[in-house]
Each structure stands twice: as structure tokens, then as C-alpha cells.
């Protein structure tokens, strides 16, 4: 069901980027990137993208930027219109990108400062292909919006990293001996 929703969502014709999930058909592979991952889409910043794997219906966050072994790759939702809800609850994928460092409070002074810039009024348009991509989102998936925050810290708290699969270049950049 994943990997159906994935590609009708990939079908719609929205802004994606206005959402924090660019897609192109291009995807950048990054040294902390698992083997195998199919791409679902990047904020366009610091490398951070979404992903799913093999045999797995979890949409995973992958961030170069988070510095620690067992912590550039977490899952962030269950499956893709969980994922989806959560990006209709925030109104673009960065906040769920970051859950893992947040607190509750964080997470809601992230989306109040997101909800700000709104009413600055000085990105009109960027706001409008967003309205109009989660617009259809909701419409293409059915979806109502769903705070992420409890459902990722538990996801978070509860995953095994040594279920991911990396290329040699992880464990190189890492100076880690690769496993057997």
C-alpha cells in the first residue's frame, strides 16, 4: 500500500518543494543514506531527504547533519499517510526532520515561528503552492491532519539502527569496521 501511495503521490501536480518534499526524479545518494532506499523527497536543505526501504512500509528520515552514529537515519511515521498526515499537521516535512533533538515545546515554538511568517505576508506566493499541495494531498489521500510529536518520539525511542544496511562509504566516513 506504501509504495501505491508513494507513486500517486508522486503523480499529483503541486509544488512539492513547497512542502519540504522535493522531487524530481532526481535523488542524492549521501554516505548515511541505507542501501536500497527509495526516495520520497527532500527538504532541499543540509541533505536531509525521506525515505522507505525494503520490506518496510516506515517513512525514515535520513539527516548527513546529525552527527552521531544510530541517529542519521530514524523513523518518522508508521507509513506513508501517516507520513502525509503529519506533513498536513505541520504544512511542509521539515518540522518532522527535526523531531528528533525536540521537545513538545520546541516542536510547537518551531510551528508557532512557521505560522508567524504567514502573516508577514511576504511570501505570498510560496504560501499558495503550498495551500494548493496540501490542498490536494488531503483530497488525493483522504487525509485530515494528525500531530506527529508523540507518535515519532515513540517510533524514535523504540528503533533498532543495526537494521539498516550501508554502503562501505558509511562505514569509511564514520571510521567504523564494517559488519560481517
Not at 491532519?145 to 564514520?174: C, I, M, N, R, W
Request: proline content about 6%; hydrophobic content about 40%.
Amino acid at each position: 500500500m506504501t509504495r501505491d501511495d508513494l507513486r500517486r503521490f508522486h503523480a499529483l501536480d503541486i509544488d512539492f518543494a513547497s512542502i519540504g518534499l522535493e522531487w524530481g526524479g532526481q535523488f542524492c545518494d549521501y554516505f548515511c543514506t541505507p542501501v536500497d532506499a527509495e526516495p520520497v523527497g527532500a527538504i532541499g536543505c543540509d541533505g536531509v531527504h525521506f525515505i522507505l526501504l525494503p520490506g518496510d512500509e516506515r517513512v525514515f528520515c535520513v539527516d548527513p547533519c546529525m552527527g552521531e552514529e544510530g541517529k542519521f537515519v530514524l523513523p518518522v511515521a508508521s507509513h506513508f499517510r501517516e507520513f502525509m498526515s503529519f506533513v498536513l499537521y505541520c504544512q511542509d516535512a521539515n518540522p518532522i526532520s527535526q523531531l528528533w533533538w525536540m521537545t513538545q515545546e520546541q516542536f510547537r515554538g518551531l510551528l508557532a515561528e512557521d505560522a508567524a511568517a504567514r502573516t508577514e505576508g511576504t511570501h505570498e506566493a510560496l504560501f499558495a503552492h503550498k495551500d494548493a499541495a496540501l490542498a490536494a494531498i488531503a483530497r488525493e489521500f483522504d487525509l485530515t491532519p494528525a500531530s506527529p510529536f508523540e507518535t515519532v518520539k515513540a517510533l524514535q525511542a523504540g528503533f533498532d539502527p543495526s537494521v539498516l544496511h550501508f554502503s562501505d562509504e558509511y562505514y569509511d566516513t564514520l571510521g567504523l569496521e564494517r559488519p560481517q
